[in-house]
């Protein structure tokens, strides 16, 4: 059974920095692209950032462009989302999500799906 757990979310003040991992079991890491995703009441998940399964292509939104950074470490099937300058907007509830074949930004070419983990970003 695979299964994505998150860590790292918390609150933080506007221009900090937090960074989020995500853990992975229960299936072949190495085979999957990873995403992170976001997503606030009333609205639809949006995509963040994504990897593909060697590190060597990253994907982000225009909106973190610059401020936030993707990474997998392979030995430890973990992926993680380095987050700074962070700003009130950011605040999400993040997800991380793991894709064999697909378009990385797109929310349905994901397989599995993590529990989520809540950021808050106060001003």
């Known amino acids: 059974q695979a299964q994505l757990v998150e860590s790292g979310g918390g609150l933080v003040q506007a221009g900090g920095s937090l960074r989020l991992s995500c853990a992975a079991s229960?299936?072949?890491?190495?085979?999957?692209?990873m995403g992170w995703f976001r997503q606030t009441p009333g609205k639809e998940r949006e995509f963040v950032a994504a990897i593909n399964w060697s590190g060597t292509n990253t994907y982000y939104a225009d909106s973190v462009k610059g401020r936030f950074t993707i990474s997998r470490d392979n030995a430890k099937n973990t992926v993680y989302l380095q987050m700074n300058s962070l700003k009130p907007e950011d605040t999400a509830f993040y997800y991380c999500?793991?894709?064999?074949?697909?378009?990385?930004?797109?929310?349905?070419?994901?397989?599995?799906w993590g529990q989520g983990t809540q950021v808050t970003v106060s001003s």
């Open positions: 999500a793991a894709a064999q074949l697909g378009f990385p930004r797109r929310v349905d070419t994901y397989d599995y």
């Open positions: 229960g299936l072949p890491f190495t085979n999957y692209a």
